[in-house]
Each structure stands twice: as C-alpha cells, then as structure tokens.
C-alpha cells in the first residue's frame, strides 16, 4: 500500500501570515491524484485542493495552493493570509489507479490572533 | 441534499453489545468506505466496496462487518464491542476509474463511545 507521511503533527501561524505544510508519499505509479482536506473540531472532512500528478501546474484555490514536486514525492500546501477559521486539522491524501484513498496522519494547525 | 449520510451521528453504548451504522450516498458513485479515526485522530480505511462487492478489507477484527445491499448504501455492523471500538468511524464513496474529480466525498461521520 502506499505511504503518505505528514511531518509535522502540530503548526502555527500568525494571523494574515503565511503557511507551508509538508507532505511526501511513498509511490510506483507514475498516474494519480493527490489532495488535501480540512478537519475542523466538528470532524466533518472538507476537501481543500486537488492535483493530477499528470499536470505539472500547481493547483490553486484562493488563498490556497500546493507545490507539487512529483520527482521528490512532495506535496506541499500553502495557506496565505491565514483566518482564524483556518484553524483545524490538515490530511494530506493519495488516491491510487485503483481508488483506494490513503491519508497522512495529520498536521494541527492553530493560528494565532 | 446531503452527499453522503450515515446514522447515528452520536452513539453511547455498552460493551458486549451489537451496534449498526449505516450510510447511504446520493451521489451517483460506485466505490464506498469505511474508515475509523481514533483518538489520535489517525483515518484508517477499514473496507471498500466496489459495486457491492468488497475491494478492501484491511486488518479489522471479525467483529466487523460490512454490508452493501446496493451501491448507494453500505452499513457497517459490530458485534460484542469493546472499549477500544470507541472512535469516530466515517463512511465516504467517489466514483471507480472516471475523471469525476476523483474525490472522495465523507459523510459526517458517527461518533460511537463504548462504556
């Protein structure tokens, strides 16, 4: 099965600063999809971004974006002007050819009024 | 219209006794789950189903399980719980091997506590 890991079990953040939260994954497939979601303390599972591992241009989605390095395994999400409501917890996820989602353990993010 | 949807959101019950969850997704797809986050919040999957049949069944003791009598729907049932069944246990579906976005989509998720 595939690995994703998620370095960083807890990180901060000033108010309207930015962010970077690390994830890698461990792969043979050369096709496949990658993403990250917000848990929020109400536990419901939102998703953040998607990225094709085909296409080379990071995906963005307003203040978010991720710096995907497919040679390096890296996935990497970036949270700019950081809210107050950006505060949660943050899954890194791999999608395999067959459909199977595998999650990294978590990054706790807090920010800081 | 809520995508996916399990039930019961809060269950509190005792240990030694049977429980279901069930979970149904109005979303077209054909590729249900079920995971578990414990404390520690790790997601764990624990079954997949594809077109009712089961893709996936990750290391979960017997007192587990699933079943999809359709592809919309996929309950999970536990025998003779213990305390560590105690989590909260996610049930979620995307679409098998189609550009749909590729996305898995979680239902809200069903908190059980075994006393």
């Known amino acids: 099965a595939q690995t994703v890991t998620q370095s960083q079990p807890e990180m901060s953040v000033q108010e309207a600063e930015t962010v970077t939260l690390s994830c890698t994954y461990d792969?043979?497939?050369?096709?496949?999809?990658l993403f990250w979601y917000k848990q929020p303390p109400s536990r419901q599972m939102i998703l953040v971004i998607r990225?094709?591992?085909?296409?080379?241009q990071n995906a963005t989605e307003n203040r978010f974006s991720v710096n995907f390095q497919k040679a390096a395994k890296s996935f990497s999400l970036k949270i700019s002007d950081s809210q107050l409501g950006d505060a949660a917890m943050y899954f890194c996820?791999?999608?395999?050819?067959?459909?199977?989602?595998?999650f990294g353990t978590g990054t706790s993010l807090t920010v800081i009024p | 219209d809520t995508a996916v949807s399990q039930t019961p959101k809060y269950l509190v019950t005792q240990m030694g006794n049977d429980k279901s969850i069930k979970c149904e997704q109005n979303?077209?797809?054909?590729?249900m789950y079920w995971y578990k986050q414990d404390s520690k919040k790790f997601l764990k999957i624990m079954f997949s189903?594809?077109?009712?049949?089961?893709?996936i069944n990750e290391t979960v003791p017997n007192r587990f399980s699933p079943k999809s009598p359709d592809k919309a729907h996929l309950n999970l049932h536990i025998n003779s719980l213990e305390l560590g069944d105690s989590a909260v246990y996610f049930c979620?579906?995307?679409?098998?091997?189609?550009?749909?976005?590729?996305?898995?989509?979680f239902g809200e998720g069903s908190w059980l506590t075994v006393v």
């Open positions: 979620a579906s995307s679409e098998w091997g189609r550009d749909s976005g590729n996305t898995i989509y």
């Open positions: 792969t043979s497939e050369s096709d496949y999809y």
């Open positions: 990225q094709e591992a085909y296409k080379q």
């Open positions: 996820a791999y999608r395999s050819t067959g459909n199977q989602f595998y």
């Open positions: 979303l077209g797809h054909d590729t």
């Open positions: 189903y594809n077109n009712k049949e089961l893709i």
